[in-house]
């Protein structure tokens, strides 16, 4: 059998191009969520947990352009009902507990370790990572929060008081009307948020430069799982998220971490500085030039910070 059929665990039931497909057990039966292996370096494997809830692997895709150059080996994964991954139509599914559960199961399929296991939570993914780490954080080397403040309620204001002041007055009322009606799947909705919010705040490039991978993630993000979740508004969180906060726990989490903020997210840079000094090993990584997808608004800083802290 062709070498290319193994991963560096031994395993025989990776696809070609290191993908595999991982069984993971669920209250509700056992579906099978994807990943994808690139690179080789037994000390450093970097776990990416993507955003949304319910988005796609694919807006990582620009990694791979910096991070094979280093020597990081690093593994693409769509959650359960994202991307590649089953699809089961249980809403059940979509709990914080059940989604670390699995983040657990993929990690030992995958064969991470505390001597090698980095794990980067990215937005949604972030809040995925402090509670993986919450609960195990000795099968950790390192931890990544990129992007996401550790409390709902503060990302709630700081939307409510000082990124809609900033909006159009005219705009942000047409844009609240679509969503009290429930009238966000209308093109116009999308239409204002691409304008006045997203390309100030997600992705600070024109519209005609954001890379494909991006917009094929935004594209094929699972609904099902993201309104209940985050809710239907894109200017703050409504959803089962809407309580959440983690704030008094991070002290708990003695693992290096370093947190990646931008000062342009949706995400509160203050906030995001001030939380990497409540870990007890926590470093702060500032992105002036990007929003909340700065891995491509500033790149270079975002790449170079990251890969110096995997390497160090």
């Not at 954080?137 to 931890?143: C, D, I, P, R, V």
């Not at 691409?194 to 600070?204: A, I, M």
Request: glycine share 8%; hydrophobic share 35%; aromatic share 10%.
């Amino acid at each position: 059998m062709s070498s290319s059929y193994f991963d560096n665990t031994g395993r025989s039931d990776v696809l070609s191009g290191g993908i595999r497909k991982i069984p993971v057990t669920t209250p509700k039966g056992t579906f099978d969520v994807w990943t994808k292996r690139t690179g080789n370096n037994p000390t450093t494997k970097l776990l990416l947990l993507h955003g949304g809830p319910g988005a796609t692997h694919e807006y990582f895709l620009g990694f791979d352009s910096w991070l094979p150059g280093a020597g990081i080996e690093y593994y693409y994964y769509d959650q359960l009902g994202s991307g590649h991954s089953d699809r089961p139509d249980d809403p059940s599914l979509w709990e914080i507990d059940r989604f670390v559960d699995e983040v657990e199961q993929v990690r030992q399929a995958l064969g991470l370790e505390r001597d090698n296991f980095y794990l980067l939570g990215q937005s949604w993914g972030g809040i995925l990572a402090i509670e993986y780490a919450l609960r195990h954080q000795e099968h950790l080397k390192a931890l990544i929060v990129s992007n996401m403040m550790a409390s709902i309620p503060a990302y709630n204001r700081y939307a409510r008081e000082v990124l809609m002041p900033t909006m159009d007055q005219d705009v942000l009322a047409e844009i609240q009307r679509f969503e009290a009606t429930g009238q966000t799947d209308d093109p116009r909705y999308e239409e204002l948020l691409l304008e006045h919010h997203y390309q100030h705040h997600v992705l600070r490039l024109p519209l005609e430069q954001w890379p494909e991978p991006v917009v094929r993630s935004f594209a094929n993000i699972n609904k099902d799982i993201y309104v209940p979740m985050q809710g239907p508004s894109e200017l703050g969180a409504s959803g089962k998220l809407v309580d959440w906060d983690r704030t008094a726990d991070l002290a708990r989490i003695d693992v290096p971490t370093l947190v990646i903020g931008a000062e342009h997210d949706t995400m509160d840079p203050a906030h995001m500085r001030e939380i990497a000094a409540l870990f007890p090993q926590g470093s702060y990584l500032h992105c002036p030039n990007g929003g909340h997808l700065s891995m491509y608004d500033d790149q270079e800083t975002y790449m170079l910070g990251l890969i110096e802290f995997l390497t160090r």
